[in-house]
C-alpha cells in the first residue's frame, strides 16, 4: 500500500520561505515521477510542478516558476518543494502525488500552507 | 495553456440517479485525461486515466468516455458515497491543467 506523507506546512510571512517535505513509502519510489498539486481555500486542484523519477526535467505551473523548485532524493524517499518568495495567494493545502502509468495515481493527505502577516 | 472547462459546476441528484459531467479540451488532447473525486477534507481520489480506463478498485458504475476535445464521465446508479466533487485533468502537456471542478450533492 502506497503511502505518501507531506510535512513542513506552517504560517509564513509574505515574502518569507518554506520547504515542504513527503516521504514515500509502500513503493519504489525512484521508478515514479512525483508531482506537488495545491488547493487554496474553497477553491479546485492546481498542479504545481513536477519531477521525473531521476530527478531530471522539473516543469513548473507560471504561477511559481521562478520562486519554488521542486527536487528529490531517491536515497530517502523523499520529494521537496522549495518555495521563496511567498504571497498571500500561494496559501493552499499542498499534496504530493505520485505518478504512474495514466498520469496521478496516488495522492497524500496534504500538508497546510498559510502565508500571511 | 490548455484549458479544461467542466460542466455543470454543480447538480443535484438522488441515490440511483444516473449522472454525466462533461470536460472540454481548448485543443486536442487525444486520450490524455484523468478524472478525479474528492470529498471535503479529504485528499483527490485517482478515479479514471487514459480516458475510460479505470484504477483498480474503482466501482464499474463509474465509465469514462472521450477523445480530442470532449470527455465525460457517467456514474450509474449513483450511491451514496459517490456525492463529492469530481475534476478532469489533462496531461497531454505542461503545464497539466484542471478542470474548475463538479460538485455533485443530494437531492
Known amino acids: 500500500q502506497v503511502q505518501l506523507v507531506e510535512s513542513g506546512g506552517g504560517v509564513v510571512q509574505p515574502g518569507g520561505s518554506l520547504r515542504l517535505s513527503c516521504t514515500a513509502s509502500g513503493v519504489t519510489f525512484s521508478r515514479y515521477p512525483m508531482n506537488w498539486v495545491r488547493q487554496a481555500p474553497g477553491k479546485g486542484l492546481e498542479w504545481v510542478a513536477n519531477?521525473?523519477?531521476?530527478?531530471?526535467?522539473?516543469n513548473y505551473a507560471d504561477s511559481v516558476r521562478g520562486r519554488f523548485t521542486i527536487s528529490r532524493d531517491n536515497s530517502k524517499n523523499t520529494l521537496y518543494l522549495q518555495m521563496s518568495s511567498l504571497r498571500v495567494d500561494d496559501t493552499a493545502v499542498y499534496y504530493c502525488?505520485?505518478?504512474?502509468?495514466?498520469?496521478?495515481?496516488?495522492w497524500g493527505q496534504g500538508t497546510q500552507v498559510t502565508v500571511s502577516s | 495553456d490548455i484549458q479544461m472547462t467542466q460542466s455543470p459546476s454543480s447538480l443535484s441528484a438522488s441515490v440511483g440517479d444516473t449522472v454525466t459531467i462533461t470536460c472540454r479540451a481548448s485543443q486536442g488532447i487525444r486520450v490524455s485525461l484523468a478524472w478525479f473525486q474528492q470529498k471535503p477534507g479529504k485528499p483527490p481520489k485517482s478515479l479514471v486515466y487514459g480516458a475510460s480506463t479505470l484504477h483498480s478498485g474503482v466501482p464499474p458504475r463509474f465509465s469514462g468516455w472521450g477523445s480530442g476535445t470532449e470527455f465525460t464521465l457517467t456514474i450509474t446508479s449513483l450511491q451514496p458515497d459517490d456525492f463529492g466533487t469530481y475534476y478532469c485533468?489533462?496531461?497531454?502537456?505542461?503545464?497539466?491543467?484542471f478542470g474548475q471542478g463538479t460538485k455533485v450533492d443530494v437531492k
Open positions: 502525488v505520485r505518478d504512474d502509468v495514466g498520469g496521478h495515481r496516488d
Open positions: 485533468q489533462q496531461y497531454a502537456g505542461y503545464p497539466r491543467t
Open positions: 519531477i521525473a523519477y531521476d530527478g531530471s526535467g522539473p
